[in-house]
């Protein structure tokens, strides 16, 4: 209690769960959203309306963000990444979403992403444009802000793979512009749906291939054959923030010797 106004405090007054009812779900729902468990059945799982779950989201992932960025703070210079995009979409197959992905070298720590739109291609662009109009092409976007966040990273001596897409030279070096790029032939998938892992033999870009795969293997909305769908890109940034988290403090933890970390226990 205040002595001069009188008011009551809590030690939540003054955080992110400030009149949070059912605290003790965070936990177990972060663990739960990191698991390739969707919405739906983490609330039947912890017996709490779906309503409560969908607007946990939110919390869930500013609480991850504010660590990660902590997490990167704590980091070395960062000498070699692995660049790339994975794909997905949202609501339909007819509005796809570019997810830029920068992964630390050898360790696979995910150090940046972003989600924003694309236009359809192949088979889909026809049907996309006379279903939804022109999709607006936001990729150069998120590659700015997926590379801007690795120059303040990064070494002055940093080293970037990346596969062969004829736009990623002049973007890495106007947002990272002391790297040296390498470009490696992109290879077929390994099993259809799988695209990111690929058929036998060394693989240049396997941190970052494995850890797309891990995305799509845990965060159940970015499978390829799943019931689950984004209905907005800003909630499948806050499923992939919240698995970041769960990827580099606990995965990862425990093969680098590290302890793994929980800011919903106050275990970090």
């Not at 008011?7 to 949070?20: D, I, L, V």
């Not at 468990?37 to 779906?50: D, F, H, M, P, T």
């Not at 690929?198 to 970015?222: C, E, Q, Y």
């Not at 933890?253 to 106050?266: I, V, Y």
Request: hydrophobic share 35%; proline share 6%.
């Amino acid at each position: 209690m205040c002595g001069d106004c009188g008011h009551s405090f809590s030690e939540a007054t003054f955080t992110p769960e400030y009149r949070q009812r059912k605290r003790h779900i965070n936990h177990p729902l972060y663990e739960l959203l990191a698991s390739s468990v969707s919405l739906r059945r983490s609330a039947s799982i912890l017996r709490v309306a779906r309503k409560t779950v969908e607007r946990r989201l939110p919390y869930l992932a500013l609480v991850a963000n504010e660590h990660h960025k902590k997490f990167l703070d704590s980091l070395p210079p960062v000498t070699q990444v692995h660049f790339d995009d994975m794909e997905s979409s949202v609501h339909s197959k007819l509005k796809p979403v570019s997810i830029p992905l920068v992964v630390d070298h050898p360790t696979r720590l995910i150090l940046s992403f972003d989600v924003v739109s694309m236009p359809a291609k192949g088979k889909l662009a026809k049907a996309s444009v006379a279903k939804y109009g022109k999709r607006p092409d936001h990729r150069k976007k998120g590659w700015a802000t997926t590379l801007s966040a690795l120059s303040d990273l990064a070494d002055q001596k940093i080293h970037i793979t990346s596969d062969s897409h004829h736009m990623y030279p002049d973007q890495i070096k106007r947002y990272v512009p002391n790297a040296t790029h390498e470009r490696v032939t992109s290879r077929r998938g390994c099993v259809v749906g799988q695209g990111e892992l690929k058929r036998g033999g060394w693989d240049p870009i396997f941190s970052i291939n494995h850890t797309a795969a891990m995305f799509r293997a845990n965060v159940n909305r970015l499978a390829r054959r799943t019931w689950c769908t984004s209905k907005k890109a800003e909630n499948l940034k806050r499923h992939m923030a919240i698995y970041v988290l769960w990827h580099n403090e606990t995965i990862l933890a425990k093969n680098d010797g590290r302890k793994p970390c929980s800011p919903f226990l106050g275990l970090c």
